[in-house]
């Protein structure tokens, strides 16, 4: 039991740490973070595009899904097999 | 039949309306939850094999939220669901690896003597490196670390405050302090 110390210790400070991020308050968050806008996660799949527009890094300077009939961001397009 | 019928409508219905619920919420995030998903999935991405970047944990927790196959529990707030999902998802993709790992270095007949819950020298040395990187943040703030050590040992808040004789406000302001580290350094690096 002693050799899984490290991954023991890990998971318990992983979910502590994680407990403290969700109860510090925006303010905190603000404060922390200055102006920093949240980073843009790459687009992986349009379900989640739509859901998260603002939180996407839309491709070739795009900021939503094209409408219907113009042709969908590559990185959006299913993959060829 | 009727009622089957019935059923196959209402089932339907009941995950798209969770769809619905859990676009709408995502959308409505502020920049201040937004940095705070941010830092959750940059905290659970520490220490995953394969180089998992924080953006597709995230959007894996997201897309996984959205077609239901981790139904949203009622009463629990957005962010603590994403946050729970995204700790399953670092529970898989640690054990996978092990698993994978274990695979590639045994044969067959040796796998199937593997008790599963066998030591992974990997995934020990992985966690002791994570761990002493995130010690390594707190290193200018000696009672924030032993806080953190207190946490890492799976001790209650009190149990904390009475080892280290820190009164509740004492205890409260090293885990603002503890907060503000997590933020400001946690996010930076990493990969995007």
Known sequence: MKDWQPVAELECLLDALEAELLCATDEEIRDAMGRRQPARIAVRTVSVAIAMPDMIDWPSGASSLPAFGQPMPSALRPREH | ?192
């Open chain 2, 1 to 192: 039949m009727q009622r089957s019928a019935e059923r196959s409508q209402t089932q339907p219905a009941r995950l798209a309306r969770t769809t619905e619920q859990v676009a709408h919420a995502l959308r409505r995030l502020t920049d201040a939850e937004l940095l705070r998903l941010e830092a959750l999935a940059r905290l659970r991405t520490r220490g995953l094999p394969g180089g998992v970047a924080w953006s597709d944990l995230l959007n894996e927790a997201v897309r996984r939220a959205l077609d239901g196959s981790r139904p949203w529990p009622p009463g629990v707030p957005l962010l603590a669901f994403l946050a729970q999902i995204m700790r399953s998802i670092w529970s898989e993709l640690c054990r996978r690896d092990a698993l994978e790992r274990r695979i590639a270095l045994t044969d067959a007949a040796a796998f199937c003597r593997t008790e599963a819950n066998e030591i992974d020298p990997e995934r020990v040395v992985a966690a002791a490196q994570t761990l002493a990187e995130l010690h390594k943040l707190f290193a200018r703030d000696a009672p924030a670390l032993s806080v953190i050590a207190g946490l890492a040992d799976g001790r209650t808040a009190q149990e904390i405050r009475d080892i280290l004789d820190l009164s509740e406000a004492e205890y409260d302001t090293i885990r603002k302090r503890i907060r503000r580290i997590l933020l400001r350094q946690g996010l930076v690096g990493g990969k995007p």
